[in-house]
């Protein structure tokens, strides 16, 4: 037998999500539950996935950043970015990938709020 074994319901498109989508799934289902718990004191913030950084020819850094925080000003909401391809490479399972993605946005939102990490959410493990 030959040819795909289930054909999709809309010709071009793959029936599975693609890495990268579910990756933003995961991201989205996050920033949900830290969105429900500090909204009041988040304020206005704007969260992105990129696949990478874009990192200057002068790095002086030898690690590739894993987010980026650019706080907000005036009408201006803050951005709170992860970079995918970082993130995918630290992670062997996809257990390493949720908890390394929960463990830069917690750190991420406990700057912004001004706290520690396992103020803003029970399940942060600093050992990830």
């Known amino acids: 037998m030959r040819g795909p074994a289930i054909l999709p319901e809309r010709p071009g498109e793959p029936m599975l999500p693609t890495p990268r989508e579910r990756f933003d799934d995961l991201v989205l289902d996050l920033v949900g539950d830290l969105e429900n718990r500090w909204a009041g004191r988040l304020g206005l913030v704007e969260y992105a996935v990129e696949d990478a950084p874009q990192i200057p020819d002068d ?70």
């Open 59 to 128: 790095w002086s850094s030898g690690t590739v950043p894993l987010s980026s925080l650019v706080r907000g000003s005036g009408g201006q909401p803050t951005r709170l970015v992860l970079f995918r391809r970082p993130i995918e490479h630290r992670s062997e399972t996809r257990a390493d990938l949720e908890a390394l993605v929960l463990t830069v946005l917690v750190e991420q939102v406990a700057e912004l709020l001004g706290i520690e990490p396992g103020d803003v959410d029970p399940r942060y493990d600093p050992g990830d």
